[in-house]
């Protein structure tokens, strides 16, 4: 079996060569043509001498997951359906805005962890993503954005990735084997290098997970915090009965020891009802008392309201008027625009098509077409 060398950060790469006898240097050449460059077979890799492209051709692969679906919104967000195996494919979804292109990757196929109000979650968990599956998200989307040259340098401007967000399918936070050297690829100079600031990994809370990540890779961090007390919060992120509030900001401050300039950005749906008085955002206020943050307001994307679970998106006004309550007390307070509801790409939304229909109707993943 070909090792697949998406799966190696550079120093897995460097590792991996010098098993094969080969200097360091051979394997940095090798991760810039696949990753800088855009190279998707070792034939493209010009200055590679003719005995190690064909060791590599041997040896290795560049395996890359497979685009089965592919859609775009009337707003421009793209949504990509990637298969990973037989039984598996994941979603990535590139939201172009001025200025920036966000990629929002998956890092698990499926969640174990059951949120109220998420999509993923109620489609249970079937297996993690490896590195080469998370990092080949952010390949396929620089090929297919068009925005990589062959002469190697990445333009910062136009449609392509200047952001990550592992905001997709999954708790990246349960799987750090296969995120922590995906995450070494987006930042490594060789690579994406995209700075730290502008990669960010979203977790639900696993508090082991956050300071795991805090110790071996530091990047930008949002906690799905999503209710301002421990009674609600155990309902909506039931995670929250393992690590509740208060050891969760214990967490928190522990990780911005490892950034200190950084904030933590607490995400929080806005759900009609149920966690969007302006009680609740009083509570918040206390909460962001106790660890340096801001807030992402998140309009409920409402495709649970289909199946019955009673979840609703908080009217506009609602929305705005929570906003000024943490607003008022000096918090950063951003409301998130929603996008690709057309296309099934918005927020807790990811993948719960394709599961459905794989596993209910029993369609093989081949078949999915957006
Ligand atoms: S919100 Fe995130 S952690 Fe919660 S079930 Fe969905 S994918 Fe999993």
Redesign the pocket.
């Known amino acids: 079996m070909p090792v697949n060398l998406l799966d190696f950060d550079a120093k897995g790469m460097e590792a991996w060569f010098a098993g094969l006898g080969e200097k360091p240097f051979r394997a940095r050449q090798v991760l810039a043509w696949i990753h800088k460059r855009g190279a998707g077979e070792f034939a493209a890799m010009t200055d590679l001498a003719k005995d190690l492209r064909a060791k590599l051709e041997a040896k290795a692969s560049i395996g890359l997951p497979e685009i089965v679906g592919d859609s775009t919104a009337a707003d421009d967000t793209r949504k990509w359906l990637l298969k990973v195996d037989g039984a598996n494919a994941v979603e990535a979804v590139f939201i172009p805005e001025a200025g920036r292109g966000t990629l929002c990757v998956s890092s698990q196929a499926g ?1 174990t ?3 109220a109000f ?1 999509s ?2 109620k489609q249970g968990f079937n297996r993690n993503l490896t590195t080469a599956e998370i990092i080949g998200q952010l390949w396929l989307a620089e090929k297919l954005l068009g925005e990589r040259t062959n002469a190697g340098s990445r333009a910062r401007q136009g449609r392509h990735v200047s952001n990550v967000v592992f905001m997709g ?3 990246p936070l349960l799987n750090l084997d296969a995120v922590i050297p995906a995450l070494r690829l987006m930042l490594e100079d060789n690579a994406y290098g995209l700075s730290r600031r502008r990669v960010t990994v979203s977790t ?1 809370g696993v508090i082991p997970g956050m300071d795991r990540l805090a110790a071996e890779c530091p990047v930008a961090l949002a906690v ?1 915090l999503h209710a301002p007390n421990d009674a609600l919060r155990d309902r909506l ?1 039931p995670i929250n009965r393992k690590y509740p509030i208060a050891q969760l900001l214990a967490a928190c401050n522990r990780y911005l020891v490892h950034a200190p300039r950084d904030f933590i950005t607490f995400e929080y749906v806005m759900l009609d009802g149920v966690n969007d008085s302006p009680t609740h955002a009083r509570e918040l206020v206390d909460i962001a008392a106790r660890v340096r943050c801001k807030f992402n307001l998140i309009p409920f994307n409402p495709f649970q309201a289909v199946q019955g679970l009673g979840l609703h998106r908080s009217p506009q006004e609602r929305i705005r008027r929570f906003a000024e309550v943490l607003q008022r007390a000096g918090l950063t307070t951003t409301t998130r625009k929603t996008r690709g509801e057309g296309i099934d790409a918005a927020c ?1 939304q990811l993948a719960g098509e394709v599961q459905d229909r794989t596993r209910r109707r029993g369609i093989p993943i081949t078949e999915v077409r957006a």
Request: aromatic share 0%; glycine share 22%.
């Open positions: 969640c962890l059951d949120c998420c993923t979650g399918m999954g708790e639900s799905s992120v807790g």
